[in-house]
């Protein structure tokens, strides 16, 4: 059983161009979580989805940042216009229950480098 | 603002002592986990305590927490070189948001 994928693992992009990051939940989780991680620090919550639905995305920055979750297909984490700031490690983690009643399973994360 | 502080945020010991590692937190919570992350890797999950437990085990790990003052302890016993990685605490307060974690305790066990 494969675990949580994720896709690239390293991203390079000019200020200004789009970054396109991708989570495949293990077999059988149909709940996706996205936190963000800058340099020696801890993860922060950025958006929580289900297939088709985004459920909360308190964490996630207003302009430039969207996620879907498809109902065939990974799921997208998208930021436009990228800027130096967004430079950080991407992870996706996923469940298969919903929100935090256990245990959530992490992928090995998109870094990304914003030049 | 992060929910969890862990404490210490840098740990070096020797190959055999033990570790212990704490988390304190500010709001009420349904669970706390602790997580594991080797250098450039993503996040292990090590344990999981709801807030009407006490204390769990789980091989050389034993977590404790204590809501009345909202924090938690991760104690590695008979620790190993292979137990060298960042540790993170992470809440769930129980709404549809996902985890709330720490900035973590950085261990290194000498060999």
């Known amino acids: 059983n494969a675990g949580v994928m994720q896709n690239p693992r390293h991203l390079v992009r000019r200020r200004g161009q789009e970054a396109r990051l991708r989570c495949s939940p293990m077999?059988?989780?149909?709940?996706v979580y996205w936190y963000r991680q800058l340099p020696e620090e801890g993860l922060k919550f950025m958006v929580y989805l289900q297939k088709e639905n985004i459920i909360d995305e308190s964490g996630m920055p207003k302009e430039r940042f969207s996620a879907e979750f498809p109902k065939e297909g990974p799921s997208i984490l998208r930021i436009q216009q990228v800027v130096r700031g967004d430079s950080a490690a991407y992870f996706c983690?996923?469940?298969?229950?919903?929100?935090?009643?256990?245990?959530?399973?992490f992928g090995p994360g998109t870094r990304l480098t914003v030049t | 603002s992060q929910q969890g502080e862990e404490d210490p945020q840098a740990l070096s010991i020797q190959e055999g002592e033990n570790a212990t590692m704490n988390c304190s937190y500010k709001?009420?919570?349904?669970?706390l986990q602790w997580y594991r992350q080797n250098s450039g890797r993503g996040l292990v999950h090590l344990i999981l305590i709801r807030s009407n437990e006490r204390e769990k085990h789980s091989g050389r790990l034993r977590v404790t927490l204590d809501t009345s003052k909202k924090s938690s302890s991760l104690l590695i016993t008979a620790s190993r070189a292979a137990d060298t990685a960042s540790y993170f605490c992470?809440?769930?307060?129980?709404?549809?948001?996902?985890?709330?974690f720490g900035k973590g305790t950085h261990l290194i066990i000498q060999p």
């Open positions: 983690a996923s469940s298969p229950t919903g929100q935090g009643f256990y245990e959530q399973y």
């Open positions: 077999k059988g989780h149909s709940h």
């Open positions: 709001t009420s919570i349904n669970n």
């Open positions: 992470a809440t769930w307060g129980g709404g549809a948001d996902g985890l709330t």
